[in-house]
């Protein structure tokens, strides 16, 4: 709870007063770390977790990318990536589109773009990350045509898209 409002003193005073640390109390951290703006704590406790042997779940990985994302530390969150199974990746929407964040954040849209095709669930959140992705990184013109059928794109569900981004950086001069 402390972690949800920002107060990451008092998370980390429960967490240090706690006898057992289970992998969904670490997780918790190092997602508030990360959500919080201090990323180093969050690979911090990532790195301590790795020295005691404790496998991380999902969730925590979201966490450890994020936390890779901001610090733009794209080959540290490739090794996290890698202590998940790939399958989590492409069937789990959450911990997908943290990849797509952490692979377009750092400047390697390909990866991104692959990571995305290869997923089995694309909801909503999935579909903007790639696309404010693209925008973001100037490549909405490319985006428009890797994006296959769009002329076939249902358009009540295209209605649902909440991506202003996307049509800000279309009409952008230059």
Known sequence: MYAKCGNMEKARGVFDGMLEKDIVTRGAMIQGYALNGLPREAMGLFLQMQRENVKPDCYTVVGVLAACTRLGALELGEWARELVDRDEFLCNPVVGTALI?????????????????????????????????FAMNGYVNIFWTLWPSRENWDQTRWEHFHCPALWLYSCWPG
């Open 101 to 133: 964040d952490l692979y377009a954040n750092c400047g390697s849209m390909a990866r991104a773009w692959e990571v995305f095709k290869g997923m089995k669930e694309k909801d909503r959140v999935v579909w903007n990350a790639i696309i404010s992705r």
